[in-house]
């Protein structure tokens, strides 16, 4: 059986006293009497009273809730961004309410509906694969709530955000695998209507013209990034006339499907087929041989898009001018890539 709730009203009407008397015995205010404050806190404790903060707050004109959305919390990413965020968020007194969208723009709608009912005073977002415009985040602008873009933004939109430098990674990424000798190298993309995976691949395409090499548009294989899609797209590879001696993929999942492919076809990692991912997921430094792949900096990423969105309280958001922060990426080269000594 559930437990009642008790508000502030009904210890006032036991105790014979004002809601505004118990509430500054509750807050332990000099005007209240040692006696007054015993024995409010006394059937505070027999009731279980939890005050609401958020009621409080908004009393006050505040609620210091922050909203989060991001796409999925399953993975090491963003449970590692949403670390960053509460961290600053905690020590500047704020509450973080994290909605999932699980990849989807109609539950990312649903999401900002449902922190705009919470009277948040700012959302940070990590866009859905699936999200090609803005238009629902016109009432979060509207109502002047401070809006802050993390990793996942779409290309060409000038709004507040932090992001790693995709482009660098992936360039850094087909860059190693050409110092190992490799020359046909694949790419495994993401839908190139979202930064991270254009960026990235055009890392990628400016490594391969720089080294003097063809891009191939039969080496360029575009997903949603899961382990199933490489293990297609690694099939399809394979299927080639002259298949590639490498891959670079936009992300750990799908790179780790890729692998599966080349083991079950016989050959070996990195011998016949080097590998390389990207977020430097957990399961990375776990697999055999381990993967190679670029750290994203994530804890600094929400910590940044966290600093971001006090700059933009502090100042106002409809005064305050967009702001893009990018960070650089690290390549943590392991067995799955290294080919020469």
Not at 88 to 99: L, P
Not at 247 to 274: C, M, N
Request: hydrophobic residues 40%.
């Amino acid at each position: 059986m559930a437990r009642a709730k008790y508000s502030i009203s009904d210890l006032a009407n036991q105790l014979g006293v004002s809601v505004s008397t118990v509430s500054r015995a509750l807050n332990d205010h000099a005007s209240i009497s040692a006696g007054t404050k015993k024995r409010v806190w006394q059937l505070a404790k027999e009731l279980h009273y939890q005050p609401n903060h958020l009621a409080a707050g908004l009393r006050k004109g505040r609620s210091n809730i922050l909203g989060v959305i991001v796409p999925h919390i399953d993975g090491h990413f963003f449970a590692l961004v949403v670390k960053g965020i509460e961290a600053v968020a905690s020590k500047a007194g704020f509450n973080v309410m994290i909605c999932q969208s699980n990849e989807d723009v109609a539950h990312e709608r649903k999401n900002i509906e449902t922190l705009l009912g919470a009277q948040v005073e700012g959302i940070l977002v990590s866009l859905a694969r699936n999200t090609r415009d803005f238009k629902h985040f016109d009432k979060v602008r509207k109502q002047d709530i401070p809006l802050v873009f993390f990793d996942r933004v779409l290309d060409g939109t000038d709004v507040n955000s932090v992001v790693i430098d995709d482009r660098e990674g992936g360039y850094q990424c087909t860059k190693h695998l050409l110092a190992q000798g490799c020359r046909r190298i694949a790419h495994f993309g993401g839908p190139q209507h979202l930064n991270i995976y254009k960026n990235r691949r055009q890392g990628y395409v400016d490594a391969l013209l720089e080294a003097g090499l063809p891009l191939e548009e039969e080496l360029m294989y575009n997903c949603d990034m899961t382990q199933e899609n490489g293990a297609a797209g690694m099939r399809r590879m394979l299927h080639l006339p002259q298949p590639p001696d490498a891959v670079f993929s936009a992300s750990d999942f799908s790179v780790v499907g890729a692998l599966e492919e080349i083991k079950r076809h016989g050959l070996r990692v990195p011998q016949d087929v080097a590998l390389v991912g990207f977020s430097n997921e957990t399961f990375t430094s776990l697999t055999e041989p381990k993967l190679t792949s670029v750290d994203q900096r994530c804890e600094q990423l929400g910590q940044s898009a966290m600093r971001l969105f006090l700059e933009i309280l502090e100042e106002g958001s409809s005064t305050f001018s967009p702001r893009r922060i990018v960070l650089q990426p690290d390549l943590l080269v392991r067995a799955s890539s290294q080919r020469l000594g």
